[in-house]
DNA sequence: GTGAAAGCGCTAACAC
DNA sequence: GTGTTAGCGCTTTCAC
């Protein structure tokens, strides 16, 4: 009926031990590796391993007592670059700490995301890593205040990676990136290249990453004595698709606006498509800025000048830090540093469409 | 000393059933479905779970018989906008089909590949699939064969997706795309458009990718009576970096050469960056087309002209075919379709930095 | 419809 | 040094 060969199971302790002609304990003892064992007992377990091509039931062996060392990874979406390279630093880190990692996507379902950290649960996993902005709601923070001592009674560490903490009381471990910093940093150099107008497309209320954004946005115009036209921050979300159509519409009503900051470098690669299509030249007539410093910013069209997030370094530390939090005990909340990477696709502003030999 | 609440240990049934005044096995009963229990005693059960806030232990139950109702996936990088996509298909189906999925990388490292499959099969996971080309000797070959029995003796079950079978008699199902059809399409739509010095840039001597792809290169030339330049087949990893170099060569050495085949679009992004800096322009001078169409093949500069490869759905029939391999028992071996997609870049060739009126 | 008991594969006490 | 035994948390016969 099945393919598979059915009939012969898998190999046991047991079965080794047997032709090791040893006990199953001892065949553990070796296996295990920290236990004295004779030297020649050793070797013929080590035979009778390989002659059976035998490897652990790694469940068994995580219902043992130990861990079941994995590390649980939960993700919008597997796709998007950031994502992508934060979870590479999850990997390599848990692949260096001897961890597998169990990857989940929850495409903006809420309801979604709670099943899926039910499901690491029951994994018992080593650490549960929530990547990405969380929505700011009363409700949504309870829930994770709740599951994060779930998941400590389990014996799991919840940890945060890119977005806030939860408090201080709460078990979790939080590994963010100085989100409002890039923002203000981004504004103020577009600010100082004398843009007044510039348009923020990608708000996304009620999510923490756009709040951190939009104040660094903010206070670097504060700071300047400027004020923020807030028309001109633009709800959408973190898609392709959004940037082509507000700028379009943004082309068609704000012909005031000189630079747009993209809530995402995927957004800006829209934002570029959209002035190609409209003819609007890019520094030339529009600046466009874009946050992530994905690896294709560069083959943009000009070069995207953009935010860069340590995206290996978020993962890596999610991971050491949840699973060394004895020894990082005083260190469970990290922020790690942003910075501006700018290339082209910035120039003092014009008056658009009206192309004047100097940019004044 | 540890951080985490240690004291109170996790909830098991057995605590749920004393706290419902049942038996363990009743618990079980009701939270496994598939079994009549009186309603009354269900809804005291589910009680007393929601009360406790109890989740099964995966561990155990994947011991008791059953599999661990996981899925293993194996890439070289997960940065990799190909991978990343076949990951989310794999991720989508592997949901739909109740199970988990385990992630790992290999980094070209083949030793690592070999560590990471024995992980895979102490873990007893339901299917292990490896996506990406595979190295072309005999001895990774044998290895692969050894593993598929391995696997298949352990329950699990070996996906190949995107590379070739193994041989009819390996217990392992191949979800392969259309490597070699989409090369062909390709390299005929450049001959027809009237190239005949095309550079195939980034073949990878011994990746069974490149040899399919440089197969449907070559017959393409073939079928309409052309020699291929062997000169013009130029080794590279698949990298930006690489195509960027490449180019700049190629610019240098052969003025003849009018359109520039990359291995794959992150090659491309690099070539198009070369031409950019030295002044050629895409399509009028050159032009270029890649191999996969990432997302961010039409934000390129221009907007690339690609191979499509159905990566989603190699996913997703890589988890579904190894899941239920007993209906598919004779469909074990698939090849998904390729198509181009034609966007901005390649044009009639012109005799290089002289700009004729029409593209003769 | 429910309980008691056995056992999955492994490791960790505890003997010898 | 090595064997024996117990038990991790769960499911699943087998009784009742």
Redesign the interface.
Known sequence: ?????DG?R?YTVKDVAARAGVSPATVSRVLGGTYPVAASTRTRVMRAVREL?Y?????????KGAT?K?IA?VVN???G?FF??V??GV??QA?EEGR??????THDDTARELAVI??M????ADAVILVGGGIETDEYRDRMVHLAH?L????S?LVLCGRPSLGDDV?ATVVEYDNEGGAYSMTSHLLSQGHRKIAYLGAHTSLTTTTARINGFTRAHTDMGLEVDSELIIEGRFL?SFGLTATRRLLAERPDVTAIFAATDMVA?GV??AL?QSDVRCPEDISVVGYDDV??A????PALTTVHIPTDELGRTAVRLAIH??EY?HN?HVVLGTHIVVRDSVAPPTIRRVRTPDGT
Chains 1, 2 share one sequence.
Do not use: I, W
């Open positions: 009926m099945t393919m598979r060969s012969d898998r091509d490897v652990a039931n790694a469940q068994a062996r995580a219902l079941s994995t990874f979406d597997v796709t670059p992508a390279h979870a590479q990997e390599k692949t597998l990692c169990l990857v989940c996507t039910d499901l649960r029951e994994q018992s779930s400590d009674k389990a014996g560490r078990p392709h690669a570029l498509q190609r690896p294709f560069s083959d943009l069209y939090r004895d005990a469970q």
